[in-house]
């Protein structure tokens, strides 16, 4: 693994979360527990940034969502991560790089997740706020 993408990952977050993309590995998918540039996709052989995955809000006031969780589907083609602050999950497609689904307003935040790869579904570890 890429020494340089996990030191960067390490330095610029609190809890990283870090995949390799199972299709080839030349990708790495890090989530951070920040507010900004919290999923991102690194070169796993030159080290360097490719793009950073918006996450965008609820409105100007929303808290941003900190990822504690990240995760390539098995078949390399979507991205889910999901984390406090808003307390979400959402899904990406790994080509375009777009939200193609959200599961929000969730009770507390999203702490582990994987996918089934029997059915591409995926499940989520969320413990609700008292």
């Not at 996990?6 to 993309?21: C, G, K, M, N, Q």
Request: charged letters at 20%; one cysteine or more; hydrophobic letters at 35%.
């Amino acid at each position: 693994m890429s020494e340089r993408v996990l030191t960067e990952a390490a330095r610029a977050s609190v809890h990283p979360s870090v995949d390799i993309d199972p299709e080839g590995g030349a990708t790495i998918l890090t989530g951070s527990w920040r507010q900004e540039e919290q999923l991102q996709l690194w070169d796993y052989g030159s080290g360097q940034l490719i793009s950073t995955l918006e996450w965008g809000g609820k409105g100007e006031r929303a808290s941003p969502c900190m990822i504690y969780a990240a995760q390539f589907s098995a078949d390399g083609r979507r991205i889910a991560a999901g984390g406090s602050g808003q307390n979400e999950l959402r899904v990406f497609d790994a080509r375009t790089l777009r939200c193609i689904g959200t599961a929000g307003d969730l009770s507390g935040g999203v702490y582990s997740l994987d996918w089934c790869e029997q059915t591409g579904q995926h499940s989520l570890t969320h413990l609700p706020m008292r």
